[in-house]
């Protein structure tokens, strides 16, 4: 299995005005506070109407393709699902969710502590002898909490990168073991020590996945499968192993990787590890949303949990001064008062926006089928598109 490289999910890097910002996943620009979405958001009425406008103005952001679907069953599509074709866009088509897989590992991993078969303060070593050693990396020091909650201090620095055009076509169908990418991690040094610094690490919920294979003596993806989607009724979330491809209907991925360049379809990939692999659909999504926030998924204690946040790094702070993350999850701020949760994720080619209300009784799924890695400018165009369109919906009067 890989791991998500250079401008896969999380370790895109965009400079801004000569300094490097590192946009993660699910913070990606999917953090971005009603002030950077161009200030708050009304509420534009029930129904159709309002999420087709939002999700073509998505598209005119520079997305191919849109699709929507709020926890209602209302639904849009805008764009084309593949620019040769110009066949649109299926309200029911599959896509890469990136790391919103992050939050299902999470789930299982907190069910575990509900089943008092480890705790958030077991250190890593516990269950993972040696794994976590090397430059400064040490596994008797890092906790499932630090892991979980992006503290852990351990780099992705050495991934490979998919930063072109190039580098995308000779790696999209490269697959390494979960030990091979803790390898590459321990080969550089550590961001910072452990539970002193919040820092993205993808490689954190890849030994997350080496973890729960040890709790519970199954591959952690078979116990998101019998954890997770079977009780949240989702049967059209897929773990594709190493399949570069998706389940039909889908939406091409497309990337611009420069500035002036073309859109390159980048919808093939092999990329499967715990920290982003499974494949699913805007409906499956809003299923696990409301699951995981209405008791179905965890018990009081586990959602507690989970939603115990804390501010991250300086970098995405200066952006989104709100925005703080739990375990396996991340959070900021509703302009009609209130927070959002947001299990989000980008994965080569697909941008993975969720939110859900406090209450779990408002959500919304949307899948974007382009990466606009040129520019900060248009990468933040099309997110703040996606956050109105996030704002409108759970903001709005939906008819509960």
């Known amino acids: 299995m890989v791991a998500d490289r250079g401008v896969t999910r999380e370790h895109r890097v965009i400079a801004v005005s ?74 029911h088509g599959y896509f890469r969710i990136g790391s919103t897989n992050k939050t299902l590992v999470a789930t299982v991993v907190l069910q575990l502590v509900s089943e008092q078969k480890l705790t958030l303060d077991d250190p890593v070593e516990t269950w993972l002898p040696g794994l976590i050693r090397g430059n400064g990396n040490d596994g008797r020091n890092i906790t499932v909490r630090h892991l979980l909650q992006h503290t ?57 996945g080496l973890l729960i294979e040890r709790v519970t003596g199954n591959a952690w993806h078979e116990e998101v499968d019998a954890r997770v989607l079977g009780p949240a009724g989702m049967h059209h979330t897929v773990w594709p192993g190493d399949s570069p491809g998706l389940p039909r209907p889908h939406a091409e991925g497309y990337t611009r990787f420069a500035e002036g360049g073309p859109l390159v379809n980048t919808t093939e990939l092999i990329d499967a590890d715990a920290s982003g692999g499974y494949l699913s659909t805007t409906a499956d999504l809003n299923r696990f949303l409301r699951a995981l926030f209405d008791g179905t998924l965890l018990d009081d204690a586990g959602l507690a ?59 919304v799924v949307v899948s974007v089928t382009t990466q606009q890695h040129d520019s900060f400018d248009s990468a933040l165009a099309q997110e703040r598109a996606v956050t109105r369109l996030i704002d409108n919906a759970l903001c709005g009067d939906t008819g509960d």
């Open 305 to 363: 949990a989970m939603r115990q946040t804390m501010p991250m790094d300086d970098e995405v702070t200066q952006l989104w001064p709100d925005a703080r993350y739990g375990l396996g999850i991340f959070s900021r701020s509703l302009p009609c008062g209130g927070r959002v949760w947001i299990p989000s994720g980008d994965q080569l080619g697909y941008s993975t926006r969720t939110a859900v209300t406090e209450d779990g009784r408002r959500s």
């Open 18 to 91: 000569g300094k490097a910002i590192r946009a993660l996943s699910g913070v990606a620009l999917a953090v971005v506070c009603a002030a950077a979405a161009g200030g708050p958001a009304t509420a534009h009425g029930a129904g159709r109407s309002a999420l087709q406008r939002d999700a073509d103005a998505i598209r005119d952001a520079g997305a191919t393709g849109v699709q929507v679907r709020d926890g209602h069953g209302r639904v849009a599509t805008s764009g084309v699902a593949d620019l040769e074709t110009g066949r649109p866009v299926s309200p």
């Open 152 to 208: 852990s201090g351990i780099s992705d620095a050495n991934w490979p990168a998919m930063d072109t055009e190039e580098q995308y076509l000779a790696l999209r169908y490269t697959a390494r073991t979960p030990e091979e990418t803790v390898a590459l991690a321990m080969a550089a040094e550590p961001e910072s020590a452990p539970g002193a610094e919040w820092h993205y690490s993808n490689t954190g919920y890849v030994v997350l």
